[in-house]
């Protein structure tokens, strides 16, 4: 979990080429969605680095902004920012790259459950689906959500679907497309059971923490990562079978 007192931010990496008044106000968004994705941390790796990774995806945004509007760029630059910031994360942190790994696995169970059954599955079913027990899979699901892997992008080779990671530098990347995949987003929550629509809605449009989360559900904090952590493989699960379910 991120400390109490949030680090002093470093020097920053000088965009020579950009417009710096843009560089300028897009900063706090890059302290905001680098700390809120990297909640926790690898040996020898500091608050800096994530900083400085963050840092590197907002220029990178900016590079490929060309006439886009605010509200079309922001929220390509926070998509960027945090790729960016997993980018240099999965560098450092061998047991990250396992927990991708298996929430994969969580998201093509899921996503071939929602085909087989034609609805949204139970947590005990994905859980005999993968080989686990309910206690386990929780326990897998909380492992996942420590190592960072728990939030909902909206371009993810977990997801099934050609990934912004693996496009080459020579490309373009549409915001028509973050457009078109954030309503099927929007679809596939509306479709959830009510619980994981209240806890995906506190955590990403609210900003609540888990322990906020818990106090509204009324469950432990634990609780409330694993239910989170649920609700945004159920989304990936059904964005990979192409929202069947």
């Known amino acids: 979990m991120m400390p109490a007192t949030q680090p002093q931010a470093p020097s920053q990496p000088e965009p020579p080429t950009l417009d710096r008044e843009a560089y300028e106000q897009y900063l706090p968004l890059v302290r905001r969605v680098a700390l809120r994705t990297a909640q926790s941390l690898p040996p020898n790796t500091t608050y ?4 400085r990774a963050g840092w590197s995806g907002l220029v990178d945004a900016l590079r490929r902004r060309g006439d886009a ?17 997993l980018e240099f994360l999965k560098t450092q942190d061998p047991k990250s790259r396992q927990m991708r790994t298996a929430s994969a696995r969580i998201t093509e169970a899921i996503s071939a459950l929602s085909a087989r059954m034609g609805r949204v599955p139970e947590e005990n079913e994905v859980a005999g689906e993968i080989g686990l027990d309910l206690a386990g899979y929780h326990t897998l699901l909380e492992r996942i959500s420590e ?5 909902l992008e909206l371009t993810a080779e977990a997801n099934g679907m050609r990934s912004h990671d693996s496009v080459t530098e020579n490309e373009v990347i ?9 309503g099927r987003v929007e679809g596939i929550i509306r479709a959830l059971p009510s619980q994981y629509q ?17 106090e509204v559900l009324g469950v432990s904090q634990s609780r409330a ?6 609700a945004v493989h159920l989304v990936r699960g059904q964005l990979y079978s192409g929202g069947r379910a």
């Open 198 to 214: 209240i806890v995906l809605g506190l955590y990403y449009e609210e900003q609540c923490a888990h322990e906020e989360i818990a």
């Open 69 to 85: 509007s605010h509200e079309e760029f922001e929220p390509f630059a926070g998509y960027k920012v945090r790729l960016a910031v």
């Open 225 to 230: 990562c694993q239910i989170h952590a649920q």
């Open 174 to 182: 549409q915001m028509t497309e973050v457009k078109e995949l954030s």
């Open 48 to 51: 800096d680095d994530i900083l």
């Open 147 to 151: 190592a960072g892997w728990v939030r």
